[in-house]
C-alpha cells in the first residue's frame, strides 16, 4: 500500500508527476498558508505532509494531534523555522528541507536587489513608466558605483559565501562578514567581530542568516545608527531578522542611503512607509522564484519521502 502523501501547495508539474507515481497523492489546490485545523487535520490523516512558508507548525499543533499518524514534514524550503523541529522530534515527527537547490537562487536575488537600490532602477524604471523621464543629463539619477566597494555579509552559510563570491568576483569588491564561525574561504574575507563593526566599515550591508528566535531582530536601530549614511540594506534572509520599524526610522532620519528587501517582518503585509519610499527596492520574496530551482526543491522533497518510507536515512534531515 502507497503512503499517503499531502503537498500542502502546488508544485511544478515534473515534480507532481513522480510524487503521484510514488505515493497517493493529494495536492491542496490553494496557495495560501494552512490553517490550524489544515495542520492538525493533516497530522491525522497522512504518513507525510509537505509544508512550506508560512505553515506554522508550533507546538501547540502538535499538543493537539495525539499520536500523529503523519511521521514526516518534508519542508519545501531551506529555512524552517515555521516549524517547531523539537516538538516535531517529541511528537515523534521527522523534519526535512531542501538546502543546495536554493543556493545560487537566493544569492543572484541579493546581487539583483544590490544593483538595483544603488543604482536607483526601481526609481527609475517608475519615473520612465510614468511618462516623467526628460532625456538624459550629466547629474540625472546618480546612485552609488557598486564595483570595488565593500559588502559585509551577515551569516556566512552557503548564501552567504555564494554572495561573497559574486561581489569578489565580479564586482572586486572587498568581503568582510559576522558569522559564529570562521569560513576558509578561495578569495580574501575578513571575519569581523561585532555587528556594529561589521555595519559601520562597509557600503552595502547584506542579511543572509537564517531565521528563528536567535536572529529575530537581529538587524535594528543599533545596527542601523553604525551604518554609513550611503550604506545599504539587503535582506534576502527572513523578514524578521530585520526590525522593520526601526529599519523604517533609520531611512527617515537619513541614517542609511536605501534598502532592498525580498521579504518582510509581516509577510505578505508590507509597511505603506516601505512602499512610498523611492530609496527601497521592494520585491515579492522572488528568492528561489525560477522553474528549474523550484523544480529541484520539489524533487529534493520528493527523495526525502522517498528515502523515508524505503527505510532509509534523509538525505536532508533537521
Not at 513522480?18 to 490553517?35: E, G, H
Request: one cysteine or more; proline letters at 5%; charged letters at 20%.
Amino acid at each position: 500500500m502507497k503512503a499517503k502523501v499531502l503537498l500542502g501547495r502546488p508544485l511544478p508539474e515534473a515534480v507532481v508527476a513522480r510524487a503521484d507515481a510514488l505515493f497517493d497523492l493529494t495536492v491542496r489546490p490553494s496557495n495560501a498558508p494552512l490553517s490550524g485545523a489544515e495542520m492538525r487535520a493533516a497530522l491525522a490523516e497522512y504518513d507525510a505532509v509537505m509544508p512550506t512558508l508560512g505553515d506554522l507548525f508550533r507546538a501547540d499543533v502538535f499538543a493537539d494531534v495525539a499520536a500523529p499518524r503523519c511521521k514526516l514534514l518534508a519542508n519545501f524550503g531551506v529555512g524552517y523555522n515555521h516549524i517547531d523541529v523539537v516538538a516535531a522530534k517529541v511528537a515523534g515527527v521527522a523534519v526535512s528541507n531542501t538546502p543546495g537547490a536554493v543556493t545560487d537562487a537566493t544569492a543572484d536575488i541579493a546581487m539583483m536587489l544590490m544593483l538595483m537600490s544603488a543604482r536607483r532602477a526601481g526609481e527609475g524604471e517608475r519615473m520612465v513608466r510614468a511618462g516623467l523621464w526628460e532625456g538624459w543629463h550629466p547629474t540625472q539619477m546618480l546612485g552609488l558605483h557598486l564595483s570595488g566597494k565593500t559588502v559585509g555579509i551577515v551569516g556566512m552559510g552557503r548564501i552567504g559565501q555564494a554572495i561573497a563570491r559574486r561581489c569578489h568576483f565580479g564586482f572586486g569588491m572587498q568581503v568582510r562578514y559576522f558569522n559564529r564561525s570562521a569560513k576558509p574561504m578561495e578569495f580574501p574575507a575578513e571575519q569581523v567581530a561585532s555587528l556594529q563593526e561589521l555595519a559601520a566599515s562597509v557600503d552595502v550591508l547584506v542579511v543572509a542568516t537564517p531565521g528563528g528566535a536567535e536572529t529575530h531582530h537581529l538587524i535594528g536601530a543599533d545596527v542601523f545608527k553604525a551604518m554609513r549614511p550611503h550604506g545599504r540594506l539587503i535582506n534576502i534572509a527572513r523578514g524578521d531578522v530585520v526590525d522593520e520599524a526601526a529599519l523604517i526610522a533609520a531611512l527617515q532620519a537619513g541614517e542609511i542611503g536605501g534598502a532592498g528587501l525580498d521579504v518582510y517582518e509581516f509577510e505578505p503585509k508590507v509597511p505603506e512607509a516601505l512602499q512610498a519610499r523611492e530609496d527601497v527596492v521592494l520585491l515579492p520574496h522572488l528568492g528561489t522564484a525560477a522553474l528549474d530551482v523550484r523544480t529541484s526543491m520539489g524533487m529534493m522533497v520528493v527523495d526525502n519521502l522517498e528515502a523515508y518510507f524505503a527505510g532509509k536515512s534523509l538525505p536532508n534531515a533537521v
